[in-house]
């Protein structure tokens, strides 16, 4: 199996080449100021259309975390154990992602602070984060 | 809708696997088994809903069950709702047949996972597949994660209820995994999606389960003196998924069971078993929490020290659940609850008037309650 890249549409080609250029997007409602991930065509919350998209700061906190050691598929028996995180930005918006230096999950807490960490993986770019703070390992 | 529909009969295979057989075949043999139960012909079904298979989804998929029954019903389907979709299914079965379209329904799954493809329950999550986001059990353990964190459980509190769901099944004939499995194991296992271990997870299991529903004064005209009364119902669904809820330890299913104990005219002090989707360990005490039936973060304490055994405070999941009894998904804890209520289960409770049963899927997205009662 080979790594499974995002399937990106219209609606989410702006999201994806946020990242490629260095920025975290995410989608506002001008009428009734919403702020979400993922792409969506309209506003979840009063359903207006044409959302306008937004460059995040980059900064957030961890609201919880597993630790994969089973590989599901072949291309991630390289990568147990890894950490899958949820981050929720400074704006709002949540979103899934991994935690590069976490050291598998074992540094993490609810509400760690984290910042925007992009890396390239078979081309793709991916919001990866990094804890601002690592735990004092002294 | 108190009392108003009954559960007239309960089918089922073994649970386990059954390497070669089709799963409408098996859906078969349960309804045989139901109508036998019951002692109905089959001829008196005019109502056939059946919960889409999770392995292999298809359209028209009720009629393809119901053509293999024989039976032209006036009310028929498939519901996908995940694992909570037989209940649903029980309660849409009751409120039909009240309103007339109908007069006796059945209500089966059937599914072959294990010996089949259980790549659904591995897939890739859509785009966030990237990061590594593959599994059903991952979602639960993103939920299993935040009630640690909130509350700061041991671990003993998700292994009560693993070896509980065990020990309840060992004894089951038709039961899936009949291996014991003692606290020090539980704790001892390896992690699968960290902070759940292995032992937290249910079976995949291959198996069918049936149940009739028909009025309860349909039963009394039949003779049928064993039905069991539907004495509430109720449902509710989160629609975020699980990254995207506000708070990961806070789920409909609270909203689900309010309006089963409205309907039923009783509350979580009142109920006597409980059969609870136990898919993984902390769906089970995030259930108990949101019923009612444990204060929050504090269901496992109450497994360890009131007690969940059949001779506990809260009898748990007496056919040995998801977890042991088969992975298939719900109609097992609702033939249980019945089988309780009608005074034959294998490990009976005595003086229990009520049961609760739960059903829920996706990652705690969708939730159906069901209270049973005794029969008048």
Known sequence: MTFPAPVISEVSRPYWEGLADGLLKYQHCGSCDERWLPARSACPVCLTPDPVWLTASGTGHVVSWVVYHHAYTEYLKDKVPYDVTIVELDEGPRLLTNIVNSHAGADLLVGSKVGLAIEIEEGVALARFRLLQERDES | ???????????????????????????????????????????????????????????????????????????????????????????????????????????????????????????????????????????????????????????EHFGAIAVQCRQNALDNPSAHLRVPLEMDEYLAGKYLVEPMRRDDC???????????????????????????????????????????RPKLTRTMAETSAQIAFQMAGLGPDDIDIAQLYDCFTVTVLQTMEDYGLAPRGLAGAFALTEGISPDGKLPLNTSGGLLSESGTPGLQLVIEGVRQMRGDARLQISNADTCIVSNQGGSMHTHATMILGTAA
């Open chain 2, 1 to 155: 809708m108190r009392g108003k529909a009954v559960i007239a009969g309960v089918g089922h295979t073994t649970y386990g696997k059954h390497p070669g057989r089709d799963r409408i075949d098996l859906i078969v043999e349960a309804v045989r088994n139901a109508v036998a139960d019951a002692g109905i012909e089959k001829a008196m079904i005019d109502g056939v809903l059946v919960k889409m298979a999770n392995s292999e989804p298809s359209i028209l998929y009720g009629q393809k069950v119901a053509e293999a029954l024989g039976i032209r019903p006036k009310v028929g389907g498939s519901l996908d709702q995940g694992g909570a979709a037989n209940i649903a299914l029980i309660s849409y079965a009751a409120m039909a047949i009240d309103a007339g379209l109908m007069e006796m329904a059945i209500v089966c799954y059937g599914d072959t996972p294990r010996t089949g493809s259980r790549a659904v329950f591995h897939r890739p999550r859509g785009d966030d597949a990237a990061y590594g986001w593959y599994s059903t059990a991952a979602g639960y353990a993103m939920i299993h994660q935040a009630y640690k964190q909130e509350f700061n459980p041991p671990d």
């Open chain 2, 202 to 244: 249910c079976l995949v299991s291959d198996g069918g389960a049936a149940v009739i529903v028909t009025s309860a004064k349909r039963a009394r005209e039949l003779g049928i003196d064993k039905a069991v009364p539907v004495l509430g119902f109720g449902q509710g669904q989160e629609s975020w998924d699980v990254h995207l």
